[in-house]
């Protein structure tokens, strides 16, 4: 295999190379003026305006995550039939947001799970969107926490969940655990 130059300008073997591909950078939910410059900026350019009201919505609903904000600002501005884009716009075009996260990206994430996976996710879900306990998703699924920790840690490889602190779960990307209990809408049924 041939040497590569670093960023230094130096060689750079194979084995820093490997290393350097899973190195992998924590991707998370924007800064409020961020998230608020991701929407204003690009309609601005163009001469359509948000209220300030609507901004706020979009960043409540999107928890500022990059992606969503994105199916917000789509749909609030094919929704918007004039500038400024307000809250009755940004309220209708919830639910389009939502329907197409559902059939696109939460769907993609949630065809990869197994039933006991399902299964685990969605009793996450019934905690509600913070990180929970260990012991209270196994309580809701009637099992011991080492009964269902092979599960957790398949869901931590399958970057659907990550352990912000020791014992803890999160979901991964925000709005998950409503998704769950729309796909699932209850755990007796599975």
């Known amino acids: 295999m041939r040497n590569c130059l670093n960023w230094w300008g130096k060689q750079d073997g194979p084995s820093h190379i490997a290393e350097r591909l899973f190195e992998y950078p924590q991707i998370g939910p924007l800064t409020t003026d961020a998230a608020k410059d991701a929407l204003v900026t690009p309609a601005k350019k ?3 305006y948000y209220e300030e009201a609507a901004l706020n919505e979009i960043l409540s609903k999107t928890q500022c995550y990059p992606y969503f904000l994105q199916e917000w600002g789509k749909h609030s501005w094919q929704n918007a039939e004039q500038s400024p884009i307000s809250l009755t716009d940004v309220k209708a075009a919830t639910e ?4 197409e996260l559902d059939t696109s990206f939460f769907r993609v994430r949630f065809d990869r799970l197994t039933p006991s996976e399902k299964k685990y996710m969605r009793a996450m879900a019934e905690l509600g969107s913070r990180p929970h306990r260990s012991g209270d998703i196994a309580h809701i699924l009637t099992k011991e926490v080492q009964a269902v920790a092979p599960i957790r840690s398949q ?3 399958k970057g659907m969940i990550y352990s912000p602190e020791h ?3 999160s979901f991964t990307v925000p709005l998950f655990d409503g998704y769950m209990k729309r796909v699932i809408p209850s755990l007796e049924n599975m």
Do not use: Y
């Open 96 to 99: 389009f947001a939502i329907l």
């Open 155 to 157: 869901l931590i490889k």
């Open 46 to 48: 163009l001469g359509v």
């Open 167 to 169: 014992g803890d779960n």
